[in-house]
Antibody, heavy 120, light 107 residues
């Protein structure tokens, strides 16, 4: 059973960079079977896919966020991270890290989510 | 981007009702379609993958069908714990997208 836990600041100032980390347990982040993903959800709204990466070198991002998003991985800590630059109030949301099963394309495991608020 | 459109946006139903939620893709996605259930304050939960395969541990009253551009999630007999918001998601394009959600409320 894969478990994921998001961590990072809950408050970020407008124009600055949002940084979150996801700690994975129950699976190796080097696993060939998963993409490691980020999804967000503004309060009262739907789910927005941010992006995913595969430790084999594949990275895909939402085109609407691509210019501001980067992902990275720390295999020694079994963690992966999200950076979103130049944030605005529109980036205020619950951010989820998740695993996408590589061959089915389904998001099988989710973190509990962390609320990030962008303040002016 | 592939756009996913769900209908209806919300519905009211009673315990025991048969409920159907539709999801339409803006282009063909063969069977690369997943369904999730989300309850307030919780992370989404996978129900159905590749259009019609039931995720382990999910009750058999949930079923999925469709291919190409039109897909359906059916709950055969609505239970109290099924009141939630349901999302479809395409996994055909490398840029994944979700539908806007369908909220199932108690009548």
């Amino acid at each position: 059973q894969v478990q994921l836990q998001e961590s990072g600041p809950g408050l970020v100032k407008a124009s600055q960079t949002l940084s979150l980390t996801c700690t994975v347990s129950g699976a190796s982040i080097r696993s060939a079977g998963y993409y490691w993903s980020w999804v967000r959800q503004p309060a009262g709204k739907g789910l927005e896919w941010i992006g995913r990466f595969y430790t084999g070198g594949i990275t895909n991002y939402n085109p609407s966020l691509k210019s501001r998003v980067t992902t990275s991985v720390d295999t020694s800590k079994n963690q992966f991270s999200l950076r979103l630059t130049s944030v605005t109030a529109a980036d205020t949301a619950v951010y989820y890290c998740a695993t996408e099963e590589k061959f089915r394309g389904s998001i099988d495991y989710w973190g509990q989510g962390t609320l990030v608020t962008v303040s002016s | 981007d592939i756009q996913m459109t769900q209908s209806p946006s919300s519905l009211s139903a009673s315990v025991g009702d048969r409920v159907t939620i539709s999801c339409r893709a803006s282009q063909t996605i063969p069977n690369y379609l997943n369904w999730y259930q989300q309850k307030p304050g919780k992370a989404p939960k996978l129900l159905i993958y590749t259009a019609s395969s039931l995720q382990g541990g999910v009750p058999s009253r949930f079923s999925g069908s469709g291919s190409g551009t039109d897909f359906t999630l059916t709950i055969s007999s609505l239970q109290p714990e099924d009141f939630a918001t349901y999302y479809c998601q395409q996994s055909y394009s490398d840029s994944r997208t979700f539908g806007q959600g369908t909220k199932v409320e108690i009548k």
